[in-house]
């Protein structure tokens, strides 16, 4: 009997064991399975990140492309922008070219003795636009003290006031 007490003692150490290794298979699949998953949602958050990082790739050359265009452009503005200031100055001295050329006509016309005719011995008679006003052939004083009268506006244009 003792050699089934032995037995019995094997027996139950057996059944004891067997249930373990059944918990530990029970377990292992267990594990293998969420292992599987794991590795599955692992692989699809590694693809997930390949695709954010190309797509992050593609738009860090968009953008580098965008900020060169706006380079571009900005330069294009600066430049304009010198070339603007360039015609406004040559439009300033332009205008002040015409402004001296119109106080010159000015001159011409109304200050400057302008030939009204002819006298009786052929030679061209100077005036200041009106007829029988001006010098025909008399010399000025000898000191040259006397001033003749300006035409009305000369001092205007001329800035002498």
Do not use: W
């Not at 016309?109 to 302008?114: F, G, N, Q, S």
């Not at 300006?150 to 001329?158: D, Q």
Request: aromatic content about 6%; some cysteine.
């Amino acid at each position: 009997m003792e050699h089934c007490k032995t037995c019995i003692e094997k027996n139950e150490s057996y059944k004891e064991l067997k249930k373990r290794t059944d918990n530990m298979s029970s377990d292992f699949k267990q594990t293998k399975e969420s292992y599987e998953k794991l590795s599955k949602t692992i692989n699809q958050y590694r693809d997930a990140s390949r695709e954010s990082e190309a797509t992050i790739s593609l738009l860090k050359e968009t953008v580098m492309d965008k900020q060169m265009a706006r380079n571009i452009h900005i330069d294009t503005i600066a430049k304009l922008k010198q070339d603007l200031e360039k015609a406004r100055i040559e439009m300033e001295r332009v205008g002040k070219n015409l402004i001296s050329y119109s106080t010159a006509s000015f001159v011409l016309d109304h200050i400057l003795p302008k030939p009204t005719g002819k006298d009786e011995f052929g030679e061209e008679v100077y005036g200041y636009g009106n007829k029988g006003l001006g010098y025909h052939r008399v010399p000025p004083p000898i000191k040259e003290s006397y001033s003749r009268k300006r035409p009305k506006g000369v001092e205007k244009a001329l800035n002498l006031k």
